[in-house]
């Protein structure tokens, strides 16, 4: 835990240095509180500034916000009026721009930060993928692995985990979340934090919890949009994964795009200053987005930089990522009294704090070792974890009559389809310095793993989902006529998924449901692998295939690990995060929605209650959905006791029985509901999950606990608020099909 307490610093003096004339704030022997406070006594108030200020190297993230050459940014650097750079990589470019950092009056090193969502080099299924695993012990690794090559390749800190809750497929950036679920999210979430930072040793990196808060939320799933929302619903629905992420010790904290009770997120007081560093006593820094801090002029809230500059810093936040506001502003802002000294002290003071905490001070060059770096990006074992991870990561939406998984003995497959041999569309926006071409397509995965079969190939249909091209239909059916077996892989590109990717449309393309109707003509069996970086409406393609086989944007080793799903090797186990929408009238539709006056009954034609006239209320594949290639029955719901005093515990059993021909995994999850309560709560409510595999016809009884702590709601003002009354219980293997029963709380 920190111990550096920042009020503190400003009022002890600078200058005492030992007898070698060496100043504090170089010694490796003093604690790092007391050279903080030392080396801020020496610093001018441009320096200041300056260490407060961001700047983009070579790959713009955002719009180009004219940055100067590189001559020039180093000059601006050496004149001790930059504290970090983004997107500057690899161990020798980090080295020559630390060096100078280092030739600046005061040489204070500089904080490298990059992009790295779900892998530096190798690269790993998207977050979103990740998080349909269940499996936290896997998302720890994934972390520690990106981590390890983040750091050997010169740099101290990435911009993840993103915390933000989605439940809007068109909004492209749901796939570097962890879904729709709060309790889930934040599990997720601080698992992530704990993969990237460790220990904080040189093969770790800062962590950064994102977006800062309720970006989720976009109205429409449109990018850069308007979000609000009451305070119980930011408590309870939004903030829970941002907090665990800053309870597991994340140091940073980005701002979101979004707005909050009428205010741009970024200049948000309430957000930022009472919840962050107060309530919850935060003591790292806050950047900002790309440039969030100048759009607040464009929102409307400042009427220039120097407006924006104030408004962001007395709210809370600290670093400026690429508006150079802050640089620009500070001395002025502070020179009329309109921002204290120890404000600005106190940013200073925590982004200084890790660095030297990561050791630049004493060892600037650690991370840049050209040796650790080429040892490190893109070896074996981390190809073997991120393999691990991708199988884990794929869910079987769809099994007709058993079929999958593929006999061995299949003589002709026939593969369909752009995105299964064009690697490109294999890799998403942010894959850092990931490289397609390192990647296994589809087409190679099945090679290898069938061997001794004949595999055609026919790419099926165009990449523009507005060109039916019929010549490459008729090849493909062609070649499925003379397959046993057609494996078709739609879906969207990786290229469509990301910041800036938002979607009005998320059904499947029409030119691969042309496809796929000419494909089921030929009477074959249909599996239908899909790629995408956000569920998609699916609804159109049940019919038209035998298995669906949902494979998100899987990284480095996605055909290796579509294949061992598909062969049989790796029985999938994954469930959604996402809930799948029937239709696009839905969106946003999730489990943990809340009730109505007029509920919907089991009568379609009930007119005055809560229900669509055309379709069900239902998704099409619920939160928690997922099937195996064996079959699990739930049984024998049991709670410790029927009625619970406050302070005690309840205990919950249920039986699982693998009642299939494999072995498996399974995902038990428990629900529950509070029936009555002074603020509504959602119809169901994520409170526990163990996965476990069981061998065919084995039974597990699995236990969970429940605690005030799971049984508790926040209040607008972000108390923890527990209630007397009944509430009920759910397990099950998704979200919709559960046993029931109830306990009242006294
Ligand atoms: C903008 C994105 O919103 C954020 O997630 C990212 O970390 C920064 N750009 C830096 O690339």
């Known amino acids: 835990m920190i111990k550096y307490i920042p009020h503190l610093l400003v009022v002890l003096l600078a200058g005492c240095s030992d007898s070698t004339g060496i100043p504090d704030y170089k010694r490796a022997d003093l604690s790092v509180e007391k050279r903080v406070s030392d080396l801020l006594a020496r610093m001018t108030i441009e320096e200041k500034a300056g260490q407060l200020n961001q700047l983009a190297g070579d790959l713009n993230t955002g719009p180009a916000s004219g940055n100067a050459d590189w001559q020039h940014k180093l000059q601006s650097i050496k004149n001790g009026e930059v504290g970090s750079m983004l997107n500057v990589v690899g161990a020798g470019k980090t080295k020559q721009v630390q060096q100078a950092a280092l030739d600046s009056r005061l ?6 930060g990059y992009d790295v969502m779900h892998g530096y080099k190798t690269i790993f299924p998207i977050p979103l993928a990740e998080a349909c695993s269940w499996d936290l012990v896997q998302i720890e690794k994934n972390a520690t692995v990106a981590a ?17 809750i989605g439940n809007d497929p068109r909004w492209g950036r749901v796939m570097e979340g962890a879904g729709e679920d709060p309790w889930l999210g934040a599990q997720i979430a601080a698992s992530r934090v704990k993969g990237l930072q460790g220990n904080l040793d040189s093969n770790h990196i800062l962590a950064c919890v994102k977006h800062y808060a309720g970006y989720g939320a976009v109205e429409g799933g449109k990018e850069y949009a308007y979000t609000d929302m009451s305070r119980t619903e930011l408590w309870n629905k939004y903030l829970p994964p941002y907090k665990a992420a800053v309870e597991a010790g994340a140091a940073t904290v980005m701002n979101g795009f979004n707005t909050f009770e009428g205010t741009p997120v970024t200049g948000n007081k309430y957000l930022l200053d009472e919840v962050l560093k107060n309530k919850w006593n935060f ?53 009329e009294g309109k921002v204290s000294m120890q404000l600005i002290d106190d940013a200073v003071g925590r982004i200084l704090y890790y660095k030297f905490k990561l050791g630049l001070f004493d060892h600037p060059f650690a991370y840049s070792d050209e040796q650790r770096e080429a040892a490190t990006l893109l070896n074996e074992k981390h190809r073997k974890e991120a393999l691990e991870a991708a199988k884990r990561s794929i869910i079987l939406l769809q099994n007709e009559n058993n079929a999958l ?162 062969s049989g090797k790796y029985n999938p186990s994954a469930k959604t995060v996402m809930s799948f929408p029937l239709a696009a009238g839905q969106i946003p539709v999730y489990y943990n929605h809340f009730r109505t006056g007029r509920p919907a009954t089991a009568n379609s034609n009930e007119v005055w209650v809560s229900r669509y006239r055309d379709i069900s209320n239902e998704p099409l594949y619920p939160f928690g959905f997922g099937l195996s290639y064996t079959t699990f029955s739930y049984s024998n719901l049991e709670l410790s006791d029927s009625a619970l005093q406050r302070e005690n515990t309840l205990r919950v059993k249920v039986t699982v029985t693998n009642t299939g021909s494999f072995d498996g995994e399974e995902v038990v999850q428990l629900y529950i509901n509070d029936v009555t309560s002074s603020i509504l709560r959602p119809v169901k409510e994520l409170k526990g999950f163990k996965k476990v595999f069981l061998e065919k016809g084995e039974s597990k009884v699995m236990e969970f606990i429940l605690t005030n702590e799971e049984l508790s709601f926040y209040d607008g003002a972000g108390n923890k608020v527990l209630e007397e009354g009944w509430f009920e219980v759910f397990a099950g293997g998704n979200s919709r099909d559960v046993l029931t029963t109830r306990f009242r709380l006294k």
């Open 107 to 112: 040489g204070i090193p500089l904080l490298f």
């Open 148 to 164: 390890n090559e983040t750091s050997a390749a010169g740099v101290h800190w990435t911009f993840g985990p993103m915390c933000d």
């Open 283 to 335: 003591k790292g820094f806050v950047v900002s987005d790309w440039n969030s801090i100048g759009e607040m002029v464009n929102w409307g809230y400042a009427t220039d930089n120097k407006d924006a500059a104030l408004k962001a810093l007395t709210a809370g936040s600290m670093m400026d990522m690429e508006t150079k506001a802050l640089v620009a502003h500070i001395p002025e802002l502070v020179k």
């Open 405 to 566: 998984p593929l006999n061995n003995n299949t003589k002709k497959i026939a593969l369909v389809g752009l995105f299964a041999q064009d690697k490109k569309h294999l890799f998403d926006f942010w894959v850092a310095q990931g490289d397609f071409n390192e990647a296994v397509s589809l087409q190679e995965g099945l090679q290898s793993v069938f061997a001794n079969t004949a595999i055609s190939y026919s790419q099926g249909y165009e990449a523009d989902r507005a060109i039916s091209n019929q010549t490459l239909i008729a090849d493909a059916v062609n070649k499925a006529r003379a397959a046993d077996v057609v494996i078709v892989n739609i879906g969207l590109s990786g290229e469509i998924a990301g910041e800036a990717r938002s979607l009005s449309d998320v059904s499947i393309p029409q030119n691969q449901i042309a496809l796929l109707k000419e494909l089921k003509k030929t009477g074959k069996k249909i599996i239908a692998v899909v790629s995408s970086g956000r569920p998609m409406i699916l609804s159109e393609i049940t019919g038209l295939c035998d298995a669906i086989v949902y494979t998100w944007i899987l990284g480095t080793e996605s055909g290796n690990a579509i294949a061992q799903v598909l």
